[in-house]
């Protein structure tokens, strides 16, 4: 870059910061999970000088373009009229679609590397933690025993990823570069290297031989309770589920049966129906199930506000967001 060039884009960039507020309107910022000061710092890092409020804090709510949100109570847009979009803190928008206080205006979603890692990291957590027997090992240390069991390689060991989409193809890819044998089905037809693909109707044919199924769907109202007692009884005897998407995509009483006769060997669950999940639930007392509080992956501000800033700066000169999601399909 010539200094000349360097000179106008420290120019350009002052003159955002100057006009930020004028240029973008303000962001607010709603989440009881995510920290805002963090967020704040990290936008204002991309986009100087911009107007980032944080709920209930709002100022005159005329002034609110963009709205940067995880899971709003039923009523949160009302007040808000001059909004532009609307950018989900997460992966599943399902707590923005089909309620009636929102305007129409785009919404987004966010999908940033950090988001992919951990999502990986926790299937592929969870996936070797069956594919190596480690509950059995937990059981046995409890009984004081010394209990052998021969590992079977990797590649012998058929695991399956039901959603393939952003996520869910990254967990199937990242299964499958750490030697396992990976299959995938999904709604519609797609291609994932190093991974067996099906789609629609093949679902039982794929189902027929996984020995840890995942599920990466999203929920949306096609796909609640699509994992039903049809699809445990498809998968071979004593399979083990992992869900890492969102519980209503799962009938849960079938589950919890599944659990009980066996057919179901061990799950681990990161998401369900109701969250905190209620007190009495039977998955608490079951021995073979891992419950984990709904973390599976969050978004990392640092990664994920480039791609906020760039949504803000593309709407406001009447573009598209990134990432933009459909709400009519769910996703
Ligand atoms: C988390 O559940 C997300 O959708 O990002």
């Known amino acids: 870059m010539t200094a000349q060039a360097a000179k106008s884009m420290t120019a350009a960039g002052s003159a955002e910061a100057n006009d930020a507020a004028k240029r973008y309107g303000a962001v607010l910022f709603f989440s009881d999970f995510d920290d805002p000061v963090t967020w704040g710092d990290a936008l204002r890092a991309n986009i100087p000088g911009l107007d980032f409020r944080v709920y209930p804090d709002v100022g005159d709510p005329a002034d609110i373009r963009h709205v940067l949100a995880w899971k709003p109570a039923p009523g949160f847009f009302e007040p808000f009229r001059n909004i532009a979009q609307v950018i989900n803190l997460g992966a599943g928008i399902d707590s923005l679609v089909g309620r009636d206080d929102l305007p129409d205006v785009p919404i ?22 069956y594919a190596r027997n480690i509950p059995e090992f937990e059981q046995a240390k409890r009984r004081r025993e010394w209990h052998y069991i021969h590992p079977r390689p990797l590649h012998q060991i058929k695991v399956g990823v039901l959603g393939l989409g952003h996520l869910g193809s990254a967990v199937a890819s990242g299964l499958a570069a750490a030697g396992f044998d990976v299959r995938g089905w999904d709604i519609a037809a797609k291609t994932i290297e190093g991974v067996r693909t099906y789609t629609g109707p093949e679902r039982d044919a794929f189902l027929s031989e996984v020995e840890i199924l995942v599920n990466m769907m999203p929920h949306t109202p096609q796909t609640e309770k699509l994992i039903d007692k049809a699809v445990f009884d498809a998968l071979p005897r004593a399979a083990k ?7 209503p995509v799962v009938d849960e009483p079938a589950l919890v049966e599944a659990l009980r006769s066996g057919q179901i060997g061990g799950a681990t669950l990161d998401v369900f129906w109701v969250e905190p999940l209620p007190q009495d639930h039977p998955f608490w007392d079951m021995e073979n199930v891992l419950i984990t509080p709904h973390l599976a992956s969050i978004t990392v501000p640092e990664a994920a506000a480039r791609d906020v800033a760039e949504s803000i700066r593309r709407v406001s000169a009447g573009g598209e967001p990134l990432h933009r999601a459909d709400t009519r399909r769910g996703y």
């Open 108 to 129: 987004s979603r966010l999908s940033d590397p950090g988001m992919i890692a951990l999502m990986r990291s926790y299937v592929l957590f969870s996936v070797i933690r």
């Open 241 to 247: 589920f992992v869900n890492a998407s969102r519980g």
